[in-house]
C-alpha cells in the first residue's frame, strides 16, 4: 500500500462545501509545470483516471494506456473532512460522520482553558497560539522561543495542534511528553492531530529536523490493520503510518525523513521478501510543496517518484499486489494553503495481470475490504472490494496461513 500523500485527482462533488470546487491537483500540476513525465505511473493506467471523473480530462504530459499494466480507478472520500486522519482512516475501514475541529487563524487560535491547562502541566507557557506556516512562525518566534523556553503553539487550516521547540532549548524527550499531555488535553476539543515540531538551527537560519512526531486522536473503532495482525499477518509502517493509527496494529514501524527515505526503506523490504502488508506514505508532496504552492516542486517529485516506480515494480513477485492511491489533494495552484476536497487516484498492480477498469469507488474503505479479501480475512464491515480483476483467495484455505507459514520464528 502505497500513499502518495495528497495527490489528488480532481474536485470531489462535495468540494463546494469545503471551498473547493474546481481544485484539481495531478491536472494543474502538470499544467503548471508545462506537463509531467510519468511513464511508469502512465502504462499503469494514471492517464486512463481522469475521464472517469469528469469525460474529456486528461493530465498534460500522461497520456491514457491503450492496454494499462494496472487495473485503475478513482475514489471518492464519504468521512467528513480532508486531511491526513480522515482519509487513511476510512481507507482502513472506518467512517468519520463527525469531522475534527478546526480553530480560528487569528489569535488565539486555541480556547485560553486548553492553553492554561497546558501551561500548567508542562510548565512553560505558550507563545503563538494562531494558523501559520510552521517554517514561518519558527523564524518569526524562534529567538523568543530559545530566550524564554516557551512552546511555539500554532494550528493550520487542518485540526492540528502544533508545538514547535529548539532541540538545544527543550530535549526531544520532554517535546514529546508535552505533545502527549496535549494529546489528553486536546481530545475533548476533538483535534485531529499533536504535531511535535522541533527546529535547530540559529535565529536567521532556523530548520526543522526530522524528529517530527504525529499523535492521533483515539480510534473509535478496530481497522484493517488491527484485523490483519489479529490473524497473524504482520503489518509494517513506513513514514508517519505509525503515527496516524496510534500504533496501533503495527508489528513494526520505519520512521523516514521524507519520499526518498520512505521509496529506500520501500526497496529493501521487498528485497527483504518482507510478508504481510507493507504500508508507506510519500509525505513529500503534501508537507514541501503542496502547503506552500510550489507546483514545480510537487511536479518534479512526482517524476522522482515514477522513477523510483519504475524499478520497484521489477522486484515484485508474482504473488504481490501494489496499492497506490492518495488521502486527499492539495492543489499547489488553488488558492490558500489547506487541502482540497478531492477524488484521489486508484491503481493497483499485479506483475503479470493486465489492467482494466475499477470505476469511481464510493469511500475509500474498499481500500480495507479489499485488503481482507486479499489475505482471506473476515470482511470488514464497509466497503466493496476492488480484487474481483484479481485470483480471489478462499478464506479460511488462504494467503493468510501462506504468510503465517513463511514468517520468520520469534
Given amino acids: ?57 486528461s493530465i498534460k504530459g500522461v497520456l491514457p494506456a491503450e492496454r494499462p499494466i494496472a487495473s485503475y480507478g478513482a475514489m471518492r ?4 473532512g480532508k486531511d491526513t486522519t480522515t482519509g487513511h482512516w476510512e ?16 489569535y ?8 492554561g491547562a497546558f501551561e500548567s502541566e508542562t510548565g ?39 508545538i514547535a521547540a529548539h532541540e538545544d532549548k527543550i530535549p526531544l524527550a520532554e517535546l514529546y511528553h508535552g505533545c502527549e499531555i496535549a494529546r489528553r488535553l486536546g481530545n475533548p476539543y476533538r483535534i485531529g492531530r499533536i504535531i511535535a ?73 521487498v528485497r527483504e521478501h518482507a510478508q504481510g502488508l507493507i504500508f508507506a506514505n510519500l509525505i513529500d508532496f503534501d508537507m514541501l510543496y503542496g502547503h506552500r504552492r510550489d507546483a514545480r516542486g510537487y511536479a518534479a517529485a512526482l517524476e522522482k517518484t515514477d522513477q523510483f516506480l519504475e524499478t520497484f515494480i521489477t522486484g515484485l513477485g508474482h504473488d504481490s499486489i501494489l496499492v497506490i492511491t492518495a488521502d486527499h489533494g492539495n492543489d499547489p495552484t488553488f488558492r490558500g494553503t ?20 475499477l470505476g469511481i469507488r ?16 473476515a470482511p470488514t464491515g464497509r466497503g466493496k472490494s476492488f480484487l474481483f480483476a484479481f485470483a480471489r483467495i478462499p478464506r479460511g484455505s488462504s494467503r493468510a496461513e501462506s504468510v503465517r507459514r513463511r514468517m520468520p520464528r520469534g
Fill in 124 to 162: 512553560r507557557k505558550v507563545i503563538g497560539n494562531r494558523a501559520a506556516s510552521g517554517t514561518v512562525i519558527i523564524e518569526e518566534l524562534g529567538r523568543r522561543q530559545m530566550e524564554t523556553g516557551a512552546w511555539i503553539v500554532y494550528t493550520s487550516s487542518d485540526s492540528v495542534f502544533q
Fill in 197 to 269: 515540531r522541533p527546529y535547530a538551527g540559529k535565529p536567521g537560519n532556523f530548520q526543522r529536523t526530522a524528529n517530527r512526531r504525529d499523535y492521533s486522536f483515539p480510534l473509535p473503532e478496530q481497522t484493517i490493520l488491527d484485523h490483519l495482525t489479529g490473524a497473524g499477518i504482520p503489518v509494517t509502517a513506513v513514514g508517519k503510518i505509525e503515527d496516524i493509527y496510534d500504533r496501533r496494529g503495527i508489528t513494526r514501524s520505519f520512521h523516514t525523513t521524507g519520499n526518498a527515505g520512505s521509496q529506500s526503506k520501500l526497496s529493501e523490504l
Fill in 77 to 80: 472520500e464519504v468521512s467528513r
Fill in 1 to 57: 500500500m502505497l500513499i502518495l500523500d495528497s495527490v489528488g485527482i480532481g474536485a470531489a462533488p462535495d468540494a463546494a462545501d469545503y471551498g473547493d470546487a474546481g481544485a484539481n491537483t495531478l491536472v494543474h500540476t502538470a499544467e503548471a509545470a508545462g506537463g509531467l513525465r510519468l511513464p511508469c505511473l502512465q502504462k499503469m493506467g494514471l492517464g486512463n483516471i481522469p475521464a472517469l471523473v469528469t469525460p474529456g480530462l
Fill in 91 to 106: 481507507m482502513a475501514g472506518l467512517e468519520l460522520k463527525e469531522g475534527f475541529s478546526l480553530f480560528p487563524g487569528q
Fill in 338 to 357: 489547506d487541502h482540497t476536497r478531492e477524488y484521489v487516484p486508484l491503481l493497483v498492480y499485479r506483475p503479470g495481470t493486465p489492467g482494466r477498469t
Fill in 108 to 115: 488565539p487560535s486555541f480556547p485560553p482553558e486548553l492553553i
Fill in 362 to 377: 464510493n469511500g475509500f474503505y474498499d481500500v480495507a475490504r479489499s485488503l481482507a479479501d486479499w489475505f482471506g480475512i
